[in-house]
């Protein structure tokens, strides 16, 4: 293509901070994966394995994870509302599908999806979702506390890169200067982040390794985030005595620590909390006045019979503490879970124990980026108020929830134990979200090569993997793992997803041991 | 409700920035008539009027404009696929929207529209949209250049409150320091402006009266405001004198002004360019090297027999400019339009006359606000490549469509002479767009009395026409109008939207002259 030579606009002359920006390296392996893809499709045979597999992002029906039907039937039907009217849609819609969709256009102002909403959302499908919430934790929800959002953090899924400080071993507090300070569209955590942030003196526990649209928003609002380790050794548990210690510390250091965030089942990590550890977190931001911030996209995502998942809200109800004692802000999407819908962008997040003034304040924010896509705000309301037993559709609606969840539990085992088994890798038990999260434990040589092409050894190994197999994965740098750039000293992790279906997940792991092991024989140390 | 009193998270610890932000009088109007529905929903009669008429918003739907037959099936088709495989379909849906469908759903990855998709939209969809605006242009047109989004500028409804500054008579350029720096939605022209803005000497010109989210979009990522005066004399034609005017005394206070905004049909003053106006801009932006943005929001809303819209591209090209003469960026959704659909978030930009240096970055930035979502996507691409001569539906699909315009064009010209018949107001004409912008010669003891209030005195005259006749409209200030707070040498407008239903229109005129009268016998100068 040619441009225009004379134009005041080039890449010297546009904004630098776009230019200094970089993906974090999941970006980077996904546009080489998709460039790969072009290239195959141009020229086939030409590379040595059939297709991409993309195990970078969490995208399940782009891997084959089909729809719910009951879901699917509704929101086709609310878009197209004169098919309410005729008697022929009950050939090809469940009475289930048709009655529900008639209860929300008719609760929708105009019976009409192409309005703008309330900001906040719909009023009657708050009320579902307060509702499902109820259902689920066993103590009430008010749809005054409900704002359902295009999306929640979980959708974001290109992230912005820490700059140096990250990569090395003692990432401390990060502060704006390590970030092109960007904006991002994860509304939710920003909202959030806008109400706390005051100054770099508030600061934001986070844990580590991390959804990096934590430290992202908490940085572009001008904060400090203070990072609490996951335990690695520990099944990535959650140790109180380390969060308290992070705390004292960002004391000290004379910062004011406002809000923990928890990420509950663990992205990357997949671990599932359990309630006595969950009680010691109420306690401790009960005793600190810290807002919790629970990232709970995960919630329908847990694989293992000893765990299960338990809202924060609920956790501290059942401690006796009310909205007086403490404030919560739950995040949840639709992108997740057994749905899956991540082109819809529906979520929503529930805010309590706040007072009427400061919910008044986010209210007026949360009015400014506009309404939630209707599309989106329907689902939203249908995956927390699903069919219930009794509904004519409800055992259909469970087969295919069952299926999902229970073929999601098989793969997470099933890529657990083939990472286990190669060399110099270990993996945790994925317990719930949808990634495995081992930890490579890379010989010298690689390292040294890495550092001779001038990036982190995992997104080194990542990129292997990718030419030699058409396996997509995240490397562990872009969530902040214990990592130094240039040291032997640090973790390397890759996030794989275990969304492959289930009749391609063999042949993925086939070739993913065939690549290891060329891998390791390339670069064993010879020690 | 009690709230909790040993929070660390009240009224006064909160981020004092979103404290001091405020809404534009738009949002403050918006809000009292919610109250007050809310109001006569619990006391039904305790208001001298039926009802609220949301004149404040761009919002056709909610106020019972219908949705286009063709597009509603076609999203509902694709919503759920499975339909495309029975047999009965063909009673419920045109053949028209099953083909479309189902070559929609052929042609998106994976054949599902609940993935992530690439972020700058479905590719199929970019090819529709881009063979769309080469038919209207006659001009070639690139799905490279397409970025779909969700919504664009046009689907802000609620924006920032300028302080002081603006409401002085000497608006000169607007800086960071008098904005609440906060993050909006509006994608596409954040976008822009990200790739546009290094610093504050950085300029972008703006019409004034302005849609209020270029001036926020600008001064959030750090730019200064070069506003120009459209002309209210000349039926708010922009005369490119002023803009040279302008442009100049910007260079020579420092400034290098980066690029020009236009919204064509104009919002809030509803001018239609001349292709003769528009070729004087098109040459001084070439001859300055300035970037066009133009606001293309309104392309179906014209409404006059002399105008026509005409994209600032095809003006471009006809005088022989080729990208590698001329950027221009365009701007479209699909909430304007006869189409409406503000619920549904969907909208694109076209980005022309950059060298691939640039459009990878552009891209780069792009990718990190995730997907637009796909119902928004497909029925961008129906709105830009609707049914032709020759399709089944095709004279169904003209008759809906006609019969909005012409009802549109024809509440224009009803709503206009309304307003120009009333005591001290005087109302250009609305040649497209949706909205009417009448100004006020407001007597000097309602000035007055506004001060006293401390409001401006179009927000009083606003709030009074709300509390007795139930008329929700957005005073001018939060436009930018050449303005005075406190000075009787402003002037002083009100913007109402021309969706008000036909058969509703001739109650709301009525009502909105009693009250003017009224008000004016209140005030009227007695001198």
Known sequence: MSYNKTASITAETINPKVKIFDYEPCGEIARHAERLEQEMEKSP??????????CNLGNPQALGQRPITFFREVISLCDNPALLHRDETRMLFSPCAINRARKIIESMPGRNTGAYTNSQGIRSLREAVASGIAARDGFPSRPEDIFLTDGASSAVRTTLRLTAPSHHMHLTYLTMLNWAAFFISSFQINLSMQILIRSQEDGILCPLPEYPLYSASIILHGGTMVPYNLSEDGDWGLEIFEVKRCFEEARIAGLTVRAMVIINPGNPTGQVLSVTNQE????????????????????DNVYVEDRKFNSFKKVARSLGYDENDISIVSFHSVSMGYSGECGRRGGYMEICGFGDDVMGEIRKVASVTLCPNTNGQILTSLAMDPPKLGDGCFEAFMAEKEEISTSLAKRAKTLVNAFSSLEGMTCNKVEGAIYAFPRIHLPAAAIKAAKAEDVSPDTFYACRLLDATGIAVVPGSGFHQISGRNTATGTWHI??????AEDKIEAMIARLKAFHESFMNEFRDRS
Chains 1, 2 share one sequence.
Request: hydrophobic share 40%; aromatic share 12%.
């Open 495 to 500: 996030r794989c997803t275990i969304l492959v």
């Open 280 to 299: 010691e977190i109420v306690e401790f931001c009960r005793k600190e006045g810290l807002v919790i911030l629970a990232d709970e996209v995960y919630q």
């Open 45 to 54: 045979g030409s590379r040595p394995f059939p297709e991409i597999i993309y």
